[in-house]
């Protein structure tokens, strides 16, 4: 059986592996991978209203500093645990019935036990490349220790994750790249025509399917 596990472009893999970040390609099988592109990316304003999806107007990147020209991106989130901390506050209980066959999709394939939030992200291109600010998902003692942080990539872009020290993984369509919370990444926009689309998970798992090899 020919092994998902991606190839990453002029980076030696065994960096990342080191560090206990696993990229997988072909993560879902073609079919769910298509409807998930279409349903997310489609503007086809005569679907249904339950089938169209829903998008949240966000304004600001992650973490980021105060400039100029404002920056935003568009979100939907999925699910969010009931009372966890993060930034410093508690966050409320979220969860859209809606966009519960996301989860379905996910679940078994990750091995989440334990779910604290997942959220759909959409940016859209921008004149250059630029790196936003590394930061944790989430930032807590057991976060740290326990938790795992997956992000999806819906569609191809030029707009890579990046991961301190370590290397970028490039934004390409039905991959996904898992790793332990506590490692510091951030996001880096994009270039290319459409939309960035990730969907990104935080979660503990219910068994050991991603935890870097002891040596």
């Not at 503007?43 to 304004?59: I, Q, S, V, Y």
């Not at 379905?104 to 990750?110: H, R, T, V």
């Amino acid at each position: 059986m020919k092994s998902n596990i991606a190839k990453v472009r002029d980076l030696k893999l065994d960096k990342f592996q080191q560090a206990g970040i696993c990229i997988v390609d072909n993560f879902l099988n073609e079919l769910d991978h298509y409807d998930l592109q279409m349903w997310m990316s489609t503007t086809d304003t005569n679907r249904k209203l339950e089938d169209k999806f829903f998008w949240e107007f966000n304004a600001g990147i992650v973490n980021e500093k105060v400039e100029d020209v404002k920056r935003f991106f568009m979100v939907a989130p999925i699910i969010r645990a009931p009372d966890v901390f993060s930034n410093g506050e508690w966050t409320s209980q979220h969860f859209d019935t809606a966009k519960k066959d996301i989860i379905n999709m996910f679940i078994k394939p990750l091995g989440m036990h334990c779910i604290a939030r997942i959220q759909v992200n959409l940016t859209h291109p921008e004149k250059e490349n630029r790196c936003n600010l590394y930061h944790f998902d989430y930032d807590y003692q057991y976060a740290r220790k326990h938790m795992f942080t997956a992000i999806y990539y819906v569609l191809d872009s030029d707009g890579p994750t990046r991961f301190r020290g370590i290397g970028d993984v490039e934004c390409k369509a039905n991959r996904i790249v898992v790793f332990p919370t506590n490692t510091m990444h951030a996001g880096v926009s994009h270039t290319t025509p459409g939309p960035r689309i990730a969907i990104n998970f935080n979660f503990y798992p219910y068994d050991f399917r991603w935890q870097k090899p002891q040596t």
